[in-house]
DNA sequence: GTCCAGCGCGTAACCGTTTTCATTGGCCCA
DNA sequence: TGGGCCAATGAAAACGGTTACGCGCTGGAC
C-alpha cells in the first residue's frame, strides 16, 4: 500500500518535485496556472506528504512529548489536556508516555526523546540522571510539579503560602488549636512545600508547632489509616480537632475514619483536602480544598517548551501558579450545597 | 545542536555505517571485535539513532494514534491508558489529539494519521467521511464506542443486555413500575442501546413501555433539568418513582434535583446511573451504576491495531465487552458504605 | 539594440537510516 | 595448489521530502 508520493504529484501535474513542494507549502512564489495544475494534482490523488520524508528534511518532528506517572485521576488528565491543547494549536503532535512506576522508564523516555522535539516530564517519573542527559544534548525540557534539575525550565503550583492561609482558616476561624498534618513531606517537594507553610502559619500565631506529619502516602487507604491514628491518640494527649490532608486521596480515607470513629465532619472534626478532585464537591459533607490551575500549567509548559525550540537559549525559567483555597463544609464552613457551584 | 549520526559512530569505529547498523539492531552477524569497537564508539558518543530517518527506511512510524472527544473525565483516561500500555509494551509510540468539538478535527485528524501507523478513534470526534477515506486508503484504524464505518474494525462495551439487566431490578426487586430513562438515544449509539434494553426490560414484563427517553445531554446540568421535568410531572400523571439515567453525570444532577423536590434518594425515589465514575461510589447514598471495563477496551483496540498492521488483511473484527451492574444505595438496595468497597 | 534585474522553475544535494548486492579473504577439501 | 564456500564487510541505492543554486526568459532602462 504504497501511499501517494510527492513524485506521483509532480508527474501528473507535469512539473517537478520542488514546484509541488512549494506550492505545497505555499513556501515561494509559484505562477498562478502552475499552482492550479498542480493543486489539483493534489486533489486528485488525495496527496498528502509524508511526515517522516518532510520531518527528515527539516530537521524537526513538529512534535512534543509529555511524560507523567499515570493517567487516573483527573489531575495529569487536566494537565495533559491544556498541554495538548496549547501543541496542537501550534501544529504539534502530542506524544504521551506515562511510565506507571515501570522499571524500563529510562529506556522509554530516551526513546520518546527522540520522537519528540521537546519534552515535558511529570512529577517524579525520571532519574535526575537521564534528565540532565537529555538537558545537556541540548534537548528542550520543561519539568512539571518536580524541582529544576541542573539550569532547566521548570513550572508547578505554589504550595506554601497557600497551606499557611489554609491552616490559618483553620486556626483564625474555626479556633483549632489541634491540627494534624497527614501526609509525607518526604515523597514529593509539593508535600514538603505544603507541610513549611502548614508550620508557618503556627508559627506566626505562636502556637505551639505540631510535632511532626502524620505519614501518609497520598492514597485513600493510607489516608484512613493515618486518620484513625491520629484521632485514637494511643498516647495520652487529647486527639486533634482538625485534619490538614496533603491531598484529597487522603481526605477520602479520613471520611471512613471519623465516621467509624462517630466524629461529624464539619463539627467535630474539620477536615482539609488538596487537589480539588471532582469527587470533593460531592462528598458529605463537601470537601474544603486547594485548586490548582492544571490546565494552565500544561499550557505554560507547552508554550515555555515552544520558546526553546524555536527561540533557542536564554536563560531557564521557573514559574509558580497561584492556587487557590476552595471552603466548603468539612472544615467547618456554612454549608454551600455542593450542587450549587457552578460546574467545571 | 546537530546530533550524533551513524556517520560520526563509522568513522570513530572505522567501520562502514552499514556495519553500524548492523550492530546497533543486531540485524545480522557481525564479528565480535568489530561489534566491540563499534559498541564502545556508540557508548562513547550516545549515539541514539534518528527516529526520523529509521522511520523513513523502515517505511513505518512505530507509533498509534488515538482520537478522543476530551480528556475531561475518567471515561477516556482510562482507555487511553489502556491503549498506551499495550502500544508502549511493544515498543510503539503514542499520539494523542483531542477534538474538543474543534471546527477543524477533521484536518487534525487527517494530520495525525500521517504520523503515525494506525488509529484509534473514540466516540463520534471524527466524520464519517473522513473514517472512510482513511480506511479506503488502507490506513489501519479501530473504533471505539462508535458504530462500525463500511467495514472497519470496531469495538464497544455492552448496553443493551446490561441496561434490560438493571431495568429489571428496578421493577422486580424494587417494586418499581414507573421508570423515567434520561438520556439522549439519539446523539449516540451507546445511548440508544440502553434505551432499547430499557424498553425490552419493560416488555418483557408486559408493562406499559415507557412513552419516551427524557431527552437530557449527558451532562450534570441537562440531567438536572431533566430530572426536574420528569418529577415535577407538568402533565396530569404521576411522577416516576425512579430515574434511569444515561450515565453518571446525568445521575449527578438528579441528585440535586430530588433534594430540592424533597424526594429521598433510594428511599420514595430510585437513580441508576451507568459509567461508575469514581465519584459516584462517594455520593449520599452510594450511586447504583454499570461499570465499563474501560481499559480492557483500550487494550483490545491496540492489539486489533497491531493485529493489522503486521497481520495486514482479514475480515473486520468486532468485539463487545460485557459490562458489569454495580449495585449500591441510590437503587434502594441495603446500604453499603461507599468507604468499604476495595480501592480501584 | 544591449544590458540587467528579477521571476518562475528545474536540477541536484541533502536530511539519517536500512538493506541489497558485491567484494574480499580465509578455510577446507580434493 | 587450486577451487569453492562462507562469513564479514563495504558501496550504493533506496525511503520521501526541502531547498540552495542557477538557468532561461521577459521587460524596462538606457
Redesign the pocket.
Given at each position: 500500500m504504497?501511499?501517494t508520493?510527492?513524485?506521483d504529484v509532480a508527474r501528473r501535474a507535469?512539473?517537478?518535485?520542488?514546484?509541488v513542494?512549494?506550492v505545497?507549502?505555499g513556501?515561494?512564489?509559484?505562477?498562478d496556472d502552475?499552482r492550479d495544475r498542480v493543486a489539483a494534482a493534489i486533489e486528485a490523488l488525495r496527496y498528502v506528504?509524508?511526515r517522516?520524508?518532510?520531518g527528515?528534511?527539516?530537521?524537526r518532528h513538529r512534535a512534543m512529548g509529555i511524560v507523567f506517572p499515570d493517567l487516573s485521576g483527573p489531575y495529569f488528565s487536566e494537565v495533559i489536556g491544556g498541554f495538548e491543547t496549547a501543541a496542537t494549536d501550534d501544529d504539534h503532535g502530542v506524544m504521551v508516555l506515562s511510565t506507571h512506576g515501570r522499571e524500563a522508564a529510562a529506556d522509554r523516555v530516551r526513546d520518546l526523546a527522540s520522537r519528540v522535539d521537546g519534552l515535558l516530564i511529570l512529577g517524579r517519573t525520571v532519574p535526575d540522571e537521564v534528565i540532565r542527559d537529555l538537558h545537556e544534548a541540548g534537548r528542550p525540557i520543561v519539568l512539571l510539579a518536580r524541582p529544576p534539575v541542573g539550569d532547566t525550565d521548570a513550572v508547578r503550583a505554589e504550595n506554601r503560602a497557600t497551606a499557611a492561609r489554609l491552616a490559618l482558616h483553620l486556626i483564625d476561624v474555626h479556633g483549632h488549636r489541634r491540627i494534624a498534618f497527614l501526609g509525607d513531606p518526604d515523597s514529593s517537594p509539593d508535600g514538603a512545600e505544603r507541610w513549611d507553610g502548614f508550620v508557618a502559619a503556627h508559627r506566626s500565631r505562636g502556637l505551639a508547632g505540631p510535632d511532626g506529619p502524620i505519614r501518609s502516602l497520598y492514597r485513600q487507604a493510607e489516608g484512613y489509616a493515618a486518620a484513625r491514628l491520629a484521632l485514637m491518640a494511643v498516647d495520652a494527649r487529647e486527639p486533634p480537632t482538625a485534619l490538614f490532608c496533603g491531598n484529597d486521596e487522603i481526605a477520602l480515607g479520613t471520611y471512613r475514619a471519623a465516621t467509624e470513629l462517630h466524629r461529624r465532619v464539619g463539627h467535630d472534626l474539620a477536615i482539609t483536602g488538596w487537589d480539588d478532585i471532582p469527587t470533593a464537591r460531592y462528598l458529605a459533607p463537601a470537601l474544603t480544598t486547594v485548586r490548582q490551575p492544571m490546565r494552565e500549567l500544561g499550557l505554560w509548559a507547552a508554550r515555555a517548551l515552544f520558546a526553546r525550540i524555536h527561540g533557542g537559549g536564554g536563560p531557564p525559567r521557573h514559574e509558580v501558579l497561584p492556587t487557590q483555597v476552595v471552603l466548603r463544609a468539612s472544615c467547618g464552613c456554612a454549608t454551600t450545597p455542593m450542587q450549587e457551584e457552578p460546574e467545571r
Open positions: 504504497r501511499g508520493t510527492i513524485r507535469g512539473v517537478s518535485i520542488a514546484t513542494s512549494r505545497q507549502r513556501s515561494a512564489p509559484v505562477a502552475t506528504p509524508n517522516l520524508g518532510r527528515l528534511a527539516e530537521r
